[in-house]
């Protein structure tokens, strides 16, 4: 049995994966991390004590931006990790690109805004982390790379992005020094995508991967005659319309129209995470969409109401009660996400944290029907 969890993270991605091999002890493993706005600690570190995690085969880190790292330094001294993935770094360049990009964001820990402070100091000791206690350390690329993860046998893990060319900005951003090496849009690039294969089932991690990106591998599979099968898709850069247009929903669920298509989307309220046009397209092709947090078409960002000088007394006090202003623009959909796939078995299990109905889904269909 599989089961991934998308953590509701806020801004940002957290995913836990458990492997329950025949006769054999769980596999789990963690794909990025966030500390939630208003927390004090990343939701993966309750969460895999909680399933009585003590070991992960391993940890990945898919590109260099805070809301897919922030917590993991955490969760490295609190867990025995036998491998660390990551995005392509220059571990073995002779240029000592390591050192330079520590170097980089250590000059960020003196900066003026509390949140540039603690993102820099999270990355250099997250870094350092890695690099001195011995946790192996290998870099990830597609557009087909086998992960190996000891005792997993009958799970197949692949990494289908980033292609290698895209680190070459990268690399010359670490190696220049620029102030374009912290904190840069451009790095989505770098998102380490994960295809997962466990029996009939496909799953599609697919992080902050960008439109260019999925263009790139298409084209490249065409080449050699293969298609990438998705049924169970986590959604590139939070459902963003730019990376999730049509022709990027039509490739990532090429997979067989009779199985069950899942997407799951991290989101955070932003008007763009999930975009309203990514929804409904998913909607149309009746993809099942869950959402950890809620979309802004969805009634995310009701705070916003407060501003209404004519809003009703009563009805401002439902937006006070729901409408938190510690959590910002999250407010939780379903939460947290757990998919569960069985051996030999087609179906899909979904629990969520917060078992909402969703119009997107369907949910309402009978009620509508009925009238």
Known sequence: MLDVWILNAGKGDSIVLRYCPPS?????????SNVPT???????LPHLKMLGAEKLAFVLLTHP???????LYRVLCEFEVEQFYSYPIGLESAGGNLKKLAEKYLRYTTNPSETVRAQSVEFVRLLQKVHTSGILWGECAGPKNRLYVDGAKGLEIDAILPFRKQKGAYFDAIRKGTDSVVANPHWNNLSVALQITY?????????DGTFQSWFDH????????????????????HGAKADC??????????G???????????????????????LLSLKQRGIKPYCTNLSTMCGGQVARMRSIPSLPVDLRRFVNFYADPSVGTDQPCQGAIQVTFASGCSHVDVSRE???????????????ARN
């Open 245 to 254: 247009n049509d022709s990027v929903l039509e490739y990532l669920f090429s």
């Open 256 to 278: 067989d129209a009779e199985q069950e298509r899942i997407a799951l989307i991290s989101a955070n309220g932003n008007p763009h995470h999930p975009d309203k046009e990514v």
């Open 354 to 368: 917060y078992s909402h109905p969703c119009a997107l889904r369907g949910d309402y269909d009978h009620v509508i």
């Open 218 to 237: 298409r084209r490249q599979l065409l080449r050699v005659e293969e298609k990438l099968e998705g049924g169970v898709v986590k959604l590139p850069h």
């Open 24 to 32: 054999r002890s769980p596999v789990y493993a963690l794909i990025d």
């Open 199 to 207: 029996g009939h089932h496909k799953i599609i991690l697919g992080a």
């Open 65 to 71: 931006h805070a809301d897919h790292y922030m917590g």
């Open 38 to 44: 208003g927390k004090s600690e990343p939701p993966a």
